[in-house]
């Protein structure tokens, strides 16, 4: 399927976000922390709760803030302005993570949080302006190719940030690890900032609501219309409910498996390999799930994706070595693609166009609030028990709960 030049454009920011996917919340940073709190001799599965922990409380902050700046952003010409914004605050704040030294592990993750408020905020209309790049039969194709463009695009900053950082540890370059981190951090900003200019430039609000006097307050009125009304978009609430479950899930397994990698033993250069032939396990997947939701329905597709993963948690408690890593690894690369594109489609297609940015709004303070539950399951689970391979098992009931609740939505 061609793509025109708009929905190139919204394509292309998942190629230029995914850098900061890859490199801060999936790998390079979360070994950093690793090596900072085994410097400070906080053991592991402490420190993978602790991880957790400012996952949640990150994710926290967006999904309080979600709906409100959702619903203010339907007005017209304030959706890109709150994209910007927030975008902006994700690349500066990723570019801090150069500063804090080696003894700094609590202002890193402060730091961190910062760049997970810039990084949701702006996915936030960014998932939104689905609505006004492309028609209701092409938005499947379009979600799925924009995951797969960012799977593609994440590699390319993250084998360089890689190669830096592989260097650094066998002594190939004069600098230590800690500093080939940091250059990588300063590189992921630059690819997200650079790759971001063709969705300012060429992506335009076309659905919107007239501005009101008072845009704070009457806000508030359409979300409190909108749970009044609540029956009118049952459908659409049923989804949001299972959503905020099984995402919950596909959000903690990336977000904690470096961390749970590390605790197995395996080395930070293994990981790093591993997690980046993902990505190229990823990207033609991600575009069959686009291509096979056309022929048995994307809701039959959401459940093919749900038992996956149901599938990595229950192999995750068994993992002892690295080559189950590998093949765990592998199977996560088959479907998250999949199931967050088709997710965000198929909420597409539901919610009123005009009112994309309250009810993308309301996608996403689903899915940031049930990213509060998961990494908070795996790391108080880890941290009771003394097992992450614990923690990761115990998000399997997310992912039974999501496909039951699913089952609800009408086709």
């Given at each position: ?184 951090f300063i590189i992921t900003a630059i690819w997200w ?219």
């Amino acid at each position: 399927m061609n793509l025109n030049k708009e929905e190139k454009s919204w394509a292309m920011y998942d190629w230029a976000n995914s850098a900061y996917s890859m490199t801060v919340t999936t790998t390079i940073l979360p070994l950093y922390f690793k090596m900072l709190t085994d410097a400070a001799n906080i053991n592991k599965a402490t420190s993978t709760a602790y991880w957790g922990y400012a996952n949640s409380i990150a994710t926290l902050v967006v999904a309080l803030l979600a709906p409100i700046l959702g619903t203010i952003a339907d007005y017209r010409g304030y959706k890109k302005k709150f994209f910007v914004t927030f975008f902006l605050i994700g690349i500066i704040s990723t570019s801090l993570l150069a500063i804090p030294t080696q003894n700094a592990w609590f202002i890193l993750l402060v730091i961190y949080l910062l760049t997970v408020v810039g990084f949701s905020g702006a996915n936030i209309f960014y998932d939104a302006f689905l609505v006004d790049v492309t028609s209701e039969d092409r938005m499947d194709r379009v979600s799925t190719m924009g995951y797969a463009l960012g799977y593609i695009g994440s590699t390319i900053p993250f084998i360089i940030c890689m190669i830096i950082v592989i260097l650094a540890q066998f002594n190939k370059i004069p600098m230590s690890v800690y500093t080939a981190s940091k250059i990588s951090f300063i590189i992921t900003a630059i690819w997200w900032g650079i790759f971001t200019i063709p969705m300012i430039k060429n992506v335009n609000q076309k659905y919107f609501i007239e501005p009101e006097k008072n845009p704070i307050s009457a806000s508030f009125r359409r979300i409190i219309n909108t749970f009044k009304d609540i029956k009118k978009h049952k459908p659409l609430f049923i989804f949001l409910l299972a959503y905020f479950f099984y995402i919950d899930g596909v959000d903690t397994i990336i977000k904690m498996s470096t961390s749970y990698g590390a605790d197995l033993g395996i080395s930070a250069t293994s990981l790093l390999i591993i997690l980046l032939l993902t990505q190229f396990v990823a990207f033609p997947f991600a575009i069959l799930y686009g291509r096979l939701s056309e022929k048995y329905s994307t809701k039959t597709m959401l459940y093919v994706a749900i038992a996956v993963y149901t599938g990595i948690c229950i192999y995750a408690y068994f993992l002892k070595t690295a080559v189950d890593f590998w093949i765990l690894a592998m199977l996560v690369g088959t479907s998250q693609g999949g199931i967050q594109a088709l997710s965000r489609s198929y909420f597409g297609k539901l919610v009123p166009k005009e009112s994309s940015n309250e009810f993308f709004g309301f996608y996403n303070i689903f899915g940031k609030f049930a990213a509060i539950m998961g990494p908070f399951l795996v790391g108080l689970v880890a941290q009771l028990t003394g097992k992450t391979n614990n923690g990761v098992f115990s998000v399997i009931i997310l992912f039974i709960i999501g496909g039951i609740l699913l089952k609800k939505v009408p086709n």
